[in-house]
């Protein structure tokens, strides 16, 4: 493994472990056991070591849904398992989805985000396609897209002790949230349009 793959590496179990408001290089290069002139060299500041740590999750992020995506035929399923991957991710590592979403919120450009967008968006075309979705595509989109993120909030604010009446959210909420949004979406199960 490279000094940059070994940085990198470091820095995502520091955003792990403690969130990305608690990140510094001085604590990535003791996980990583390098000094700073050599994070610097590669990343040139914190920020853009910050930014590589990120592509790196929405990497991580994007070759499971890339591997979950086209498992099934049936656009319904593969839209309801590629929510469920998408949330699970969040649930088992909320500190990183949301030092992702913070990325993403403040304007950086990330590849792998369009394209896990754009596995979505493919999803909700063969829907289309099939006759099976009762919104105009831009539309349903985005109700995935909300439902999904809404879901996995969830997860990051139990994650981050956010609240005290705010625990980690019942199963049957993600699930919930999850068949509401798929019903919005197709209608109910023998439900076309």
């Not at 979950?68 to 590592?93: I, M, Q, S």
Request: with cysteine; charged share 20%; proline share 4%.
């Amino acid at each position: 493994m490279s000094k940059r793959e070994i940085l990198i590496a470091a820095a995502l179990t520091l955003l792990e472990r403690e969130g990305s408001a608690q990140f510094s290089t001085r604590a990535v290069c003791a996980i990583a056991d390098v000094t700073a002139p050599t994070l610097y060299h590669h990343f040139g500041s914190a920020d853009g070591l910050l930014s590589a740590a990120v592509e790196e999750a929405f990497r991580q992020f994007l070759d499971a849904k890339v591997a979950a995506a086209g498992a099934t035929a049936d656009p319904e399923t593969a839209l309801r398992e590629g929510w469920d991957d998408y949330v699970r991710f969040a649930a088992d590592r909320p500190l990183i989805y949301a030092a992702m979403m913070a990325r993403l919120f403040q304007g950086v450009e990330i590849p792998a985000a369009r394209q896990a967008f754009a596995i979505v968006a493919e999803q909700i075309s063969a829907l289309e396609a099939a006759g099976r979705l009762r919104l105009p595509a831009g539309e349903a989109a985005q109700l995935a897209w909300a439902s999904v993120n809404s879901a996995a909030m969830l997860y990051v604010t139990a994650a981050l002790h956010v609240s005290d009446y705010l625990g980690a959210p019942e199963p049957s909420v993600i699930e919930f949230l999850r068949e509401r949004a798929l019903e919005d979406l197709c209608g109910p199960t023998g439900d076309v349009r």
